[in-house]
């Protein structure tokens, strides 16, 4: 003889004991519009669920063939696992410490994703997806990849890797676009940067994605955890000053370009801020992918010069002294170079109808031919372009 069991739970809030539960296939569970049903052990709901309230769990959790299971929130100390098959959700919340891992062919989020704190582990493209809201802010992050519909606003995928949250918000999309992102590790060996940029974090990058035809979308990213000083391809000695910037990989010369954007709420190193781009960009089926570049900070016009240079660095371009101007060509150019004894070192002067400023500098030779010793010179340029005459004079450091 079979036993069919039913909970009712229309109580404000019920608290279950930490102990393992399983529900067997005979079980019905109903919970109310206020109910939070608290499950403390590894749960296993093989009966049917009607879930109106909240459902809390600590531990691991296996909707087996449920679908509709309302809202859930996950906390606690310990990592977890929920399983099932395909899983429609209310609000989807995860506050807690360690990592969720999503066992399940999809979980469909029609209410609020909210990634207060902790990690959710969605490494496969159709892990989870969003049709409701998700939070614009919170120290928890989704792992992986993530699905969202856009309802004709933006759309933020609050992404992370390696500990650090880095969303992402979508925005100037038509209603009804299907958008996943990816955030991951980038591969250091494909961040190629074109002549403008310094250098590419290898730290984080996204991949950018829509279902169906390709749309257009401006970007916003947050690269709190980046440390812009640190590039696996290049030392950014040479320029000025320099700002975070979103950069959009190329296809057509499989190299990374700027895009121009805005920062905000940054810190004074930019150890935490968010960048938006200013234009729209294209996105497509086969994705974009974008990263977080340093480049240099041209103010134009100006003529400024790097604080150091290193005869024999790694990179060309940090082997030579040479100004920087923010017009492309001049029709002058002077530079004189000083040590500390104010002898003068090296000297050039030019003049031409269109002059590349960027073929003239001092590769640290002496007139005799030897190479001068490490410290720091005074220098005195000046360029001519349009009829106007620009100068400058300061110090470099000659490193070793």
Not at 12 to 23: K, R
Not at 132 to 157: N, R
Not at 365 to 372: D, I, K, M, N, P
Request: charged content about 20%.
């Amino acid at each position: 003889m079979k036993y069919l069991l039913q909970l009712v739970l229309l109580f404000q809030i019920y608290v279950l004991s930490a102990q393992n539960i399983t529900f067997g296939e005979q079980t019905s569970l109903y919970l109310g519009d206020e109910t939070v049903f608290f499950f403390g052990g590894n749960t296993s709901l093989d009966g049917t669920v009607s879930n109106n309230g909240t459902i809390v769990s600590y531990t691991d959790i296996d909707f087996v063939l449920n679908t509709d299971v309302g809202n859930i929130k996950f906390t606690g100390r310990a990592d977890q696992n929920v399983s099932g098959d395909t899983l429609r959700v209310g609000n989807f919340v995860v506050d807690k410490q360690g990592k969720l891992s999503l066992l399940t062919d999809r979980i469909i989020v029609s209410g609020a994703l909210e990634t207060t704190n902790g990690v959710i582990d969605a490494q496969d493209e159709d892990d989870l997806l969003v049709s409701g809201s998700t939070m614009e802010a919170g120290a928890g992050y989704v792992e992986g990849k993530l699905v969202g519909i856009s309802q004709g606003g933006p759309i933020t995928f609050p992404m992370g890797v390696n500990g650090s949250p880095n969303y992402m918000t979508v925005s100037s999309l038509a209603s009804g676009s299907l958008v996943s992102v990816e955030c991951r590790i980038p591969n250091q060996e494909s961040l190629l940067p074109d002549e403008d940029i310094v250098g590419i974090s290898d730290e984080v990058e996204w991949i950018l994605r829509v279902t169906g035809d390709s749309t257009t979308a401006q970007v916003s990213v947050n690269f709190s955890g980046v440390d812009l000083q640190n590039f696996s391809n290049g030392d950014p000695i040479q320029a000025r000053e320099y700002e975070p910037a979103i950069v959009l990989f190329s296809k057509e010369d499989t190299l990374y370009h700027s895009l121009n954007g805005t920062v905000r709420d940054a810190n004074a190193d930019f150890s935490s801020a968010v960048i938006t781009s200013s234009d729209n960009i294209l996105i497509t089926n086969e994705g974009r992918r974008l990263g977080i570049a340093w480049i240099p900070i041209i103010v134009e016009p100006e003529l400024w010069a790097p604080k150091a240079f290193a005869p024999n660095a790694i990179l060309e371009e940090n082997r030579v002294f040479k100004a920087y101007f923010s017009l492309p060509v001049v029709s002058s150019i002077s530079v004189r170079i000083f040590d500390s004894f104010n002898q003068e070192v090296y000297s050039l002067t030019e003049s031409g109808d269109e002059l590349d400023i960027s073929q003239f500098g001092w590769n640290g030779t002496l007139a005799s031919g030897q190479e001068a010793p490490e410290g720091v010179y005074l220098y005195a340029m000046s360029v001519v372009a349009e009829s106007v005459e620009y100068t400058r004079t300061g110090s470099v450091l000659l490193v070793k």
